[in-house]
């Protein structure tokens, strides 16, 4: 948009002429503007001379006639000092006030805006003045354009003035609301449908500072933005501003990552979603604000939100870097927060879903969690420097019903193991404490019997659970889903609120092969009684005690099966047989 005026173009002097002499003047100068008319008044600003004359000057600009009326009389020069946008500026205000042909645009409207304002160029001295001119551009083409908000919201960083007139505020709310109905247009639109109707302004907003971005983001959010957009916004600026070397000095970058964690779309019920929030962008920002170290505040709500949702982060992700080179190599402590975070996510979650439920997707959550830890300690489980102390806190952390078999957890202990041979005795037996030998696969129960770097007791307590799971298998007196759910291999893990049914089940199993033994060891004396009984009227009283003594032996033998029974019932008959036919050959 150009502002027509009638006149010629203003000349700029490059130095500073004596007030009382013309003979310095720039020849050039008369003769380009009224040239029988020569110029009266010297207005320096900021160290530049412009010769004027005081008519064009006054009848616009209050501060100029004020300034104009306070001269002595042997002086024709006025000082302008932190003038908005400096002689640029000031020359083009010059060009108005003298009628000259210039364009307003985006990029110099809140310069000029600023200068009419410091000049006092009201519509009290002249109709349609500069402020009037500049003010119907900021209305007319400025804040009906998303892209020419942004612009002017740009160039208002540079103009402290600015939000004196209310630019920047009105640049805000008119960028919030072009977003918005864009929005609302995309989603009408079938042309559209199915793509970010945001998408073209991210790129736009990266070029504003930390300061006027906050102030977009929280209006749009306010206004009703959706949450995909804003988290895809805040992520272009991250990767905009932050890119390359991170200085952990460096003040900027330190307020960026304390700003944008303030900027995330909270979880709160009925708002944003944690989940549209890229995992990779928060470990991002976590692992720079770590090196630059930023608020604790900002640390801990970025390690929150991690924790919510820790059952989808990936391993390389939770390979933080220790920033102090004395500690271990990754950043240990972090990793425990985040963990603590998410089980009380889930601890929340089964409070709000009851006792009662299921609960299915919260197991779902806790085994993979289980899973990524135990990768997670096995992976720093090398770690030279890493203490005892804080890879056992992990462990502890994680409850036990969060892993269904412990071969994890056994991999990693014995990588640490192999890692640190000078931990004492004591530490050893204190770290496999933790490996429930119930729940190891036989693949691993085997490598624990071979392992020469586990305590004699630990390797004695796994060959006795082997033991005895060899023993149930040749039994086949204990059905395969009781040993399941007693050697911990079972399609789910059980929580603290399964317990009690997870005991009442386990009672009634109990109770039922309690039922078992005792019937069998009715029909194994009624058999003992009967076949006592026969032996007895075939043998005479003579055979009376041997058959006692030898009847206990096979009542002892028979609890193992009838097979036997039977072989050792027609064992004792021959026996008496051949006895009775030696005494009558004698």
């Not at 402020?131 to 804040?143: G, M, P, S």
């Not at 600015?162 to 929005?183: G, H, L, S, W, Y």
């Not at 970058?253 to 700003?259: A, G, Y």
């Amino acid at each position: 948009m150009g502002t027509s005026m009638s006149d010629s173009p203003l000349s700029l002097s490059s130095s500073s002429p004596p007030c009382n002499s013309r003979s310095t003047v720039p020849p050039t100068f008369s003769t380009r503007i009224f040239s029988d008319v020569a110029g009266d008044i010297i207005v320096v600003v900021d160290g530049e001379s412009f010769l004027l004359h005081k008519f064009p000057l006054v009848a616009r600009s209050g501060k100029m006639r004020k300034m104009v009326r306070d001269l002595k009389d042997s002086s024709s020069m006025i000082e302008l000092r932190d003038f908005p946008g400096g002689p640029p500026t000031f020359e083009l205000t010059m060009k108005f006030c003298y009628g000259i042909n210039f364009e307003i645009t985006a990029s110099n409207v809140v310069a000029l805006r600023c200068a009419a304002g410091y000049l006092e160029m009201t519509e009290d001295y002249k109709e349609n003045n500069l402020i009037f001119r500049a003010e119907n551009y900021l209305d007319q083409i400025v804040f009906r354009s998303f892209h020419e908000s942004v612009l002017v919201l740009c160039s208002c960083e540079t103009q402290e003035i600015a939000e004196t007139f209310e630019i920047p505020d009105r640049c805000v709310e008119a960028i919030a609301m072009n977003a918005c109905r864009k929005q609302l247009v995309s989603c009408l639109s079938e042309e559209l449908k199915g793509r970010d109707c945001l998408e073209l302004w991210t790129e736009e907003l990266s070029a504003l500072g930390i300061d006027y971005y906050a102030r977009v983001v929280s209006e749009m959010a306010r206004l009703g933005v959706r949450s995909e957009s804003i988290v895809a916004s805040l992520v272009h600026y991250a990767k905009t501003s932050l890119k390359g070397i991170i200085n952990p000095n460096c003040q900027e970058q330190r307020k960026i990552i304390e700003t944008m964690v303030t900027l995330l779309p909270n979880d709160e019920k009925g708002s944003y979603s944690l989940s549209t929030i890229p995992l990779s962008f928060l470990f991002g920002m976590l692992k720079v604000g770590t090196i630059i170290d930023i608020e604790i505040s900002s640390r801990l709500e970025l390690e929150r939100r991690i924790g919510h949702q820790l059952e989808t982060v990936s391993l390389d992700d939770l390979l933080i870097p220790s920033v102090q080179n004395e500690d271990s190599m990754y950043d240990v402590d972090t990793v425990q927060r985040i963990l603590t975070c998410f089980l009380e996510r889930i601890e929340e979650e089964d409070e709000e879903c009851g006792y009662d439920s299921d609960a299915t997707g919260q197991h779902s959550s806790l085994l993979k969690v289980g899973r990524i830890m135990d990768a997670y300690l096995a992976e720093i489980a090398p770690d030279p420097y890493l203490s005892l102390l804080k890879f056992t806190a992990i462990i502890e952390t994680l409850p036990e019903h969060s892993r269904i078999i412990d071969d994890g957890i056994y991999r990693a202990i014995d990588m640490y193991l192999k890692a640190h041979p000078l931990l004492t005795e004591e530490e050893c037996k204190k770290l496999c404490k933790f490996i429930d030998c119930k729940k190891l696969s036989q693949e691993a129960s085997n490598h624990v019997a071979q392992n020469d770097r586990l305590p004699v007791q630990m390797v004695v307590r796994v060959l006795y659970t082997e033991q005895l799971r060899l023993k149930k298998a040749l039994s086949g007196d204990s059905e395969e889903g009781s040993w399941v759910f007693s050697s911990g291999v079972r399609s789910r893990a059980v929580s603290p609120r399964d317990t009690y049914a997870s005991l009442r089940r386990e009672n009634r199993e109990l109770k039922l092969e309690i039922s078992r033994m005792r019937m069998r060891v009715s029909e194994l004396e009624k058999e003992h009684n009967l076949m006592k009984q026969e032996m007895m009227e075939k043998s005479g009283n003579n055979g009376g005690t041997f058959l006692t003594s030898l009847s206990k032996g096979i009542g002892r033998i028979a609890i193992f099966g009838g097979e036997n029974r039977q072989k050792v019932n027609r064992k004792s008959r021959s026996v008496s047989e051949r006895k009775t036919s030696s005494r009558r050959g004698r």
